[in-house]
Nanobody, 120 residues
Framework: QVQLVESGGGLVQPGGSLKLSCAASGIPFGIYVMGWYRQAPGKERELVASITRGNNMIYSDSVRGRFAIFRDDAKNTVSLQMDSLKPEDTAVYYC??????????????WGQGTQVTVSS
């Protein structure tokens, strides 16, 4: 059974920091592209950051320079360090695992999400 379990969300003030973690099980973690997405009320889910097995990283323009994604294949985890948080970062953050290639739509998994709220 595939499971992606997020942790680390919470309430922080603008300018603060949070670190999100995602623990994966039931997949060959090392061959999957891992990513963090977020969805705010009334908005579409959007990619925040992703990281390939070769540690190639993609960041959305809105978070580049403030967030950092990291994977630890020995622990089957992917983390998102979020610094200089802004109110517009408020959203539910989801962990994603995707097998790149012809079967990418079939082998695509989501966590349940963790709430991040940035407010004074």
């Amino acid at each position: 059974q595939v499971q992606l379990v997020e942790s680390g969300g919470g309430l922080v003030q603008p300018g603060g920091s949070l670190k999100l973690s995602c623990a994966a099980s039931g997949i060959p973690f090392g061959i999957y592209v891992m990513g963090w997405y977020r969805q705010a009320p009334g908005k579409e889910r959007e990619l925040v950051a992703s990281i390939t097995r070769g540690n190639n990283m993609i960041y959305s323009d809105s978070v580049r320079g403030r967030f950092a994604i990291f994977r630890d294949d020995a622990k089957n985890t992917v983390s998102l360090q979020m610094d200089s948080l802004k109110p517009e970062d408020t959203a539910v953050y989801y962990c994603n695992a995707n097998l790149a290639g012809p079967k990418s739509t079939r082998y695509n998994y989501w966590g349940q999400g963790t709430q991040v709220t940035v407010s004074s």
